[in-house]
């Protein structure tokens, strides 16, 4: 009864279309999946160890609720777990209630269908990220490249949080979701304190700024780093589809290089991140 991944991250967004032609533009691959299940329409991006699940939801849910609240970009983390049930069981005895486990299904113009397992935090206990549990799913085909593998995104390197309250968060995703805590670093040169939460092959980081007096406001999520094999094929491939980028810089772990797409769809801060050659 552990949480054993990060099986895919929930961007809401109000044009499916545009952020299914930005999205592909940026990881240079296609959705392995487009489904609907009523008004709420998604498209689903399979990478190496997580998923971007795209989604433009219809008037009502917590979806449509939360977009009309806060606009387009990052809305949930899901987890897997192996045994969800056992899981739900043990977070509500660490005061983490969650939703009975209910099977999410969505439909594509096929008459396919994909089904989640899916049970919803309680979103005071988690501070204001939505986070689900997964329960068993197949495993989906990687989304295609749409060109060379080596400058396509291969995974996610790391998913950020920011919150006001540092010690909370701590003890929210390394005691209670039980994430294996790999770092805690305060630096005062980047203004801030960095928590490293290692889960199947990526990072949940946790980032406070050192000028924010700590408080009870809601953590939320903020951005992302995507891994690439070829980060100078990647940085060309992007250009050319016409992404604003920065020059490549050397990343902040050392043997890694980096760059920031400035015009990310949904306004999501992102870095690509790949080794130095």
Request: hydrophobic share 45%; no cysteine.
């Amino acid at each position: 009864m552990t949480i054993t991944a990060l099986d895919h991250i929930a961007l809401v967004v109000d044009d499916l279309d545009a952020a299914v032609e930005g999205y592909s533009n940026l990881l240079g691959r296609s959705p392995d999946w487009r489904g609907a299940s009523g008004p709420v329409r998604h498209a689903w991006f399979q990478l190496g160890n997580t998923a971007l699940d795209i989604i433009a939801p219809g008037e009502h849910g917590p979806s449509g609720a939360w977009l009309k609240a806060k606009g387009a970009g990052l809305w949930g983390l899901a987890f897997a777990s192996d045994d969800v049930e056992a899981e739900r069981g043990r977070l509500a005895r660490l005061s983490i209630p969650s939703t009975e486990l209910m099977p999410i299904r969505t439909k594509n113009q096929a008459g396919e269908a994909r089904l989640w397992p899916t049970s919803i935090l309680d979103l005071d206990a988690t501070h204001g990220v939505t986070t689900f549990l997964i329960g068993e799913t197949p495993d989906w085909p990687l989304a295609p490249a749409t060109g060379d593998e080596a400058a396509a995104v291969s995974g996610l390197d790391h998913v950020v949080v920011s919150t006001r309250h540092p010690n909370r968060a701590a003890a929210l995703y390394g005691a209670r979701l039980g994430l294996d805590f790999r770092l805690d670093r305060t630096n005062e040169a980047w203004g801030s304190r960095l928590m490293f939460f290692k889960v199947g092959g990526l990072v949940v980081e946790v980032a406070h700024r050192l000028k924010d007096e700590p408080n009870d406001d809601p953590d939320s999520l903020w951005g992302l780093t995507w891994r690439v094999p070829d980060i100078d094929a990647a940085h060309a491939r992007m250009t050319a589809a016409g992404l604003q980028l920065s020059e490549i810089r050397d990343g902040r772990k050392p043997g890694t290089r980096v760059f920031t797409i400035k015009d990310a769809p949904a306004g999501v801060p992102t870095l690509i991140l790949g080794l130095a050659t």
